[in-house]
């Protein structure tokens, strides 16, 4: 049995804001991870729907852990799926997105639901859904309270990542600091870093028995 979440974000920013924005979400600070989004259709419906569907790639760095399971040149990268739907005369956008890689080993699937809040026609309130599951014997409960962590952190940058794309189309000044930038870079140096201590203390480990 897999792990289901379910949460419900807000943008103060009207319905059509939020919609172009979300096709200028990249790149952004939060979203570094996010390599390349391609186009592989995109059509309108007789009803005026726009359906598009697209292919992102990103890294996705696995715990070393579950690396060992994975091919080496699949440990730093994923691919994605992602479908949506744009209804202007119901003014909701629905996203469905999936990874193609890993898929075995942990699959993630999330719905989107972009609409109008109902108390205030000037916000944008979005319905988050995420199914986590994996069928990796004996490893499968790990795995899934790991993607759980990791699409919860991801919520986190998404919405970070909207709020910043957002005002910058108004020509407002993005709240990312200075400083929030130099913390995360340092956290990620720190975890590289720490790693790579990991990585030469398990060779010199191995030189001993050698």
């Given at each position: 049995m897999g792990k289901y979440v379910c949460c419900t974000g807000m943008l103060k920013n009207t319905w059509d804001q939020v919609c172009i924005a979300f096709w200028q979400r990249y790149p952004n600070p939060y979203s570094n991870h996010v390599l390349t989004e391609d186009i592989i259709f995109r059509e309108v419906t007789p009803?005026?729907?726009?359906?598009?569907?697209?292919?992102?790639?990103?890294?996705?760095?696995?715990?070393?852990?579950?690396?060992?399971?994975?091919?080496?040149?699949?440990?730093?990268?994923?691919?994605?799926?992602?479908?949506?739907?744009?209804d202007p005369q119901k003014r909701t956008m629905t996203t469905l997105t999936w990874n193609i890689s890993h898929a075995r080993l942990m699959s993630v699937e999330e719905r989107c639901l972009y609409q109008m809040n109902p108390e205030n026609g000037s916000w944008t309130e979005i319905k988050r859904e995420a199914w986590i599951s994996s069928?990796?014997?004996?490893?499968?409960?790990?795995?899934?309270?790991?993607?759980?962590?990791?699409?919860?952190?991801?919520?986190?940058?998404?919405?970070?990542?909207?709020?910043?794309?957002?005002?910058?189309?108004?020509?407002?000044?993005?709240?990312?600091?200075?400083?929030?930038?130099?913390?995360?870079?340092a956290r990620e140096t720190a975890l590289a870093a720490k790693e790579k201590a990991k990585d030469l203390a398990s060779h010199a480990q191995k030189k001993q028995y050698v």
């Open positions: 009803s005026n729907c726009l359906i598009s569907r697209r292919l992102l790639t990103k890294t996705s760095r696995a715990p070393r852990w579950m690396e060992r399971y994975l091919p080496k040149h699949m440990t730093n990268s994923a691919y994605i799926i992602e479908d949506s739907v744009v069928s990796l014997y004996g490893l499968s409960r790990a795995i899934q309270e790991f993607g759980l962590a990791r699409f919860k952190n991801s919520v986190t940058k998404t919405m970070k990542g909207f709020e910043y794309v957002l005002s910058r189309m108004q020509g407002e000044t993005p709240s990312r600091t200075l400083a929030e930038t130099a913390t995360e870079r």
